[in-house]
């Protein structure tokens, strides 16, 4: 069942291991920003009250979104073919992919419906139990099939005539067992599937028909042409009630309210919607609901509601609400769910932060979430943007930036200015953004060279400390930027062609730059005075560098030239380290990354190979092509995955890193590179759940311990205390083997934590502070009190008497008198105190010391019912709860578990309870002055405890643990204030 939620593919290489068709290092995981690209299928829409599901083709897969969320829940198997229709009855979901017709429950297929000689374009469930397939073109026929339960054999077919090519097909309300195709040829035919008899022919308008919707009214239709003209038609008397006409290409998609409000809306190849007053006959509105040129697939209104569902060929689905009863043309988007509409182009993990930013031809920058399919962003170019394409009749599209041609960025200053910047086709600026308002950022860097104002930005670099940009430009001019003030700071003059890459060291001593001139160049990057060159070249003829990435950790920097060599570099000593001539085969290179730790580069080309190279020992050790070449490659920070976008792709494909999960030794790659298949879509999954996933499908081949460690990792990438514990054993004379497996808090010194949040425990200390922080400043004011009969005055005319304070004050004194008589009263009694639930269970715990279930019981507390519940321990002399939980404390030192809780309750204690306590000791003094011999257990063994514990916590903090601490505090000080 997992493998149907997105996993299959990259379950089936993980565990396939190292054979034909899978790579050695890396497995297909998922693919992110896949919505809705099938743009010519539309989507269907099913209702289970009370939500609804959405069941969109997406290639040859089939995604199952949750309408009210918008959040993918299921991935159907991949089909051979691409989906062309999808219909669905309760638990069912009917897909058409090539000529077969296929049924799955619940994302597995159980039945599969064949007969079809040519592709099936149109599905219609009728009632229950039956399905009708259509295929389009001249000579296709009509298929009924029986589902429930399903039957091999078609129930009837039924012949069109060949004359008579269909384009769609619907089944009319209260119809039984009658379609009606549309037809290229323009006619209109009612078809009777249980008696296979054509009832009638609608003479149609000549013009083809693209699209057909049931109104609300029975026997009312809309039909849309190719035309652009939408006619309401009667079938019942082949009667025309209205027509209307859309400038805007021809209709794609029609559907009818059905909220008691008159409308109809039309979407066209154009990606606009136009919204008809069926009451007045004329045109209401019409919207760009989706990008210009993007054929609106699917319009659906949900039953009863003023929601509208949409998608189009942009990759998108809309939801709009239509928010207005007078004017049936009013809207507003509710939800959106899109990816990009055209390839994306540049791709970057966003430092440790879970995003990952894409660049496409579609002249958007978007936020893909790692983990999650569904939380795709845009980051804002402004809300200007609607206003200025009005006001200069041109599409929103237009208005945006160019599309970016490179980005950069630095996490460091996230929560202080902008983070990323990007240079755009054929401009002379570059922009910054800031990723934490998801809004373009507030400065613009522009070169400042004067002599060729036609030359544009190339490449653009950020500092590792997030405090500069460099810009590269195609005359070899190179301008140093401010990030926080967009001020200028310098340039670098010597390169006399398009600089092709930049990179700047980790402590911002030094520049490296590229040109197509065939020099690399290195610069001191505060005086921007050239140190060092290298040069490329052919015998006399300069080698142009096409590509230049640096790897800040160890200031290796690799260069890629026109003539399919590699180089490596070491920029320190300006010596190269590594040669891969012919590298790519004179192939054009796309893209190259360093894995994070700096071992591994990783090279696509246009021949859709990706190489990892090995650069401790200089081999290929990995060697795969793609169905489509690679255009960029990003490595994520912890080097578990690698991303790529690919030609012609609208999705980020993720590939999970084998080395991460297991030990891929280096070996030699193969002399063929196999054709590995892209990764399918992935449902909505927690990391923890895709990594479960990914863990149960590739155990199933690899070995135990592999298995066992990776199982063990938990959302950081280390070991979780609950997995390491029953991690399998090393192999015998291997460090931390059996003797290591057993660990027992205790053992050797050891003390161990409770692994709960931060959060439950760290602001037990400071909870006075919080309430006196948020303390109200004026105190909240009791109403007065209105009187059950309000008096009035005396006189002919009606009026209220006015209330008398002191009659208001005099109750309220009264009603205290009675409470303080009250609480008197039940301390005369003699009743016991009630005791709370933290005293019950230390009563029952103390005489055997069984205090596990007393610390299950704190740790499920929150941070203000703990504090509460420690602050209410009994004082009454007589009373052992301070002696208790003084033990409590005593033996969760001795077990040397829980520690920092521990020391939480201790702070709690004894700031609610230190004069208690004191109190205690005194007269636990004066009794031993006095000889009185105290009973077990009574308060007077309180001063004992308290001893045995100070004596306890200097043992576990005062030792080595301390000095431990405060050596590693010392030397994070000493790091932090370095100037890097």
Known sequence: QRKSR?????????????????????????????????????????????????????????????????????????????????????????????????????????????????PVDMLEVFGRHHLVSLG????????????????????????????????????????????????????????NIKTKSKIYTFKGW??????????????????????????????????????????????TALSFRTDEQPALVSGSSNGQIAVWNLKTRSLQTVFEAHQRGCRVATLSFLFAEPLLLSTAADNSIKVWFFNSTSDVGAHTLQRCLSGH????????????????????????????????????????????????AKKKGVPVQRCKLPAIVDMDLSTERHYQWDSVVTCHRNKRVAYSWNIKNQTLGSHKFKLTEKNKMSASITTVTVSGCGNFVLLGSSSGWIDKFNVQSGLHRGSFVGHTKAVTGLGTDATNDLLVSSSLDGSIKLWDFDGCKLKGELRQAVGDVPMPVSRLLLHRENNLCAAATDDGALHVYDIDTLARVRHFDQSHNASQLTDM??????????????????????????????????????????????????????????????????????????????????????????????????????????????????????????EDGREDDEAARHKFPKKEGEPGG?????????????????????????????????????RPDAPAQKPEEAPFFLPTTPGLQFSFAPLDKKTTEEQERQRQEAAAAEKEQLQRTGVAPIRTRLEQLLGLAFPLRQYDPVIA????????????????????????????????????????????????????????????????????????????????????????????????????WGGRMEHAFHGALCLLNYVTGMRL
């Open 738 to 774: 059996d003797a290591d497996l057993d660990v027992v808090p205790g053992d050797d010194g050891l003390t161990t934590l409770s692994g709960l949040p931060e959060t439950r425990w760290r602001v037990l200390a400071d909870l006075d502070t919080i309430r006196e922080r948020n």
């Open 6 to 118: 997105g996993m299959g593919d990259a379950a089936a290489a993980a565990s396939a291991g190292c054979k034909a068709g899978t790579s050695a290092v890396f497995a297909p995981f998922k693919v992110h920003g896949l919505v809705a690209p099938s743009g010519s299928a539309r989507t269907n829409v099913q209702q289970q009250w009370p939500n609804y599901l959405l069941h969109v083709p997406a290639g040859k897969h089939c995604l199952s979104y949750s309408f009210h969320t918008l959040r993918c829940y299921l991935v159907g198997p991949e089909h051979p073919k691409r989906v062309r229709a999808v219909q669905s009855c309760e638990r069912a979901i009917f897909t058409a992919a090539g000529s077969t017709v296929r049924m799955f429950v619940n994302g597995r297929q159980v039945f599969a419906f064949e007969g079809h000689t040519g």
């Open 341 to 388: 509409s055209a390839p994306p182009t540049k791709i970057k993990f966003y430092g440790e932060f879970p995003w990952l930013l894409s660049a496409g031809q579609d002249r958007t920058l978007r936020l893909l979430s790692i983990y999650r399919s569904s939380l795709l962003k845009e980051v804002s170019q402004g809300s200007g943007l609607a206003k200025k």
């Open 593 to 714: 990354v360093f894995s994070p730790d700096g071992r591994w580069l990783v090279t696509s080309t246009m021949d859709g190979a990706l190489r990892v190279w090995d650069i401790p020992s200089g081999r290929l050790i990995d060697w795969f092509r793609v169905p489509k070449p690679a255009t960029a490659l990003a490595f994520s920070p912890k080097g578990d995955f690698l991303a790529s976008a690919h030609v012609g792709q609208l999705g980020v494909y993720l590939w999970a890193n084998r080395n991460y999960f297991s030990t891929v030794s280096p070996r030699a790659a193969d002399s063929e590179p196999p054709l590995v298949r892209f990764s399918a879509p992935a449902a909505d999954q927690t990391y923890d759940d895709a990594v479960l996933a990914f863990v149960e499908n590739f155990s199933e081949n690899a070995d135990d311990e592999t298995a066992a460690w990776i199982s063990a990792m938990g």
């Open 136 to 191: 389009g073109g001249p000579g296709r026929r009509i298929r009924v099939w029986q589902f429930n339960p399903p039957l091999a054999e078609p129930y009837s077919v039924i012949p069109l005539d060949k004359d008579f090519s269909a384009t769609c097909m619907l089944h009319p309300d209260t119809y039984l067992n009658k379609v009606v195709i549309g037809s290229s040829e323009g006619t209109l035919q009612l078809w």
């Open 857 to 956: 019981y704190l740790k499920q507390l929150g941070p203000s019912a703990l504090d509460l519940t420690l602050r209410s321990l009994s004082t009454e002399e007589g009373d052992a709860s301070l002696l208790h939980v003084l033990d409590l404390l005593c033996y969760m030192l001795e077990s040397r578990q829980n520690f920092e809780l521990s020391e939480a309750y201790l702070d709690v204690l004894l700031k609610a309870h230190g004069p208690a306590l004191k109190a205690l000791c005194a007269a636990a003094e004066e009794d031993a002055s006095s000889a009185v011999e105290p009973e077990s257990g009574a308060p007077a063994d309180v001063p004992a405890v308290l001893r045995r514990l100070l004596v306890l916590h200097r043992e576990q």
């Open 206 to 251: 000549g013009e083809e028909v693209t699209c057909m919707a049931q109104s609300p009214v029975v026997d009312v239709v809309a039909i849309g042409l190719v035309t652009g003209a939408v006619h309401v038609h009667n079938l019942k008397l082949d009667e025309t009630l209205m027509s209307f006409t859309h400038a805007d290409g021809p209709v």
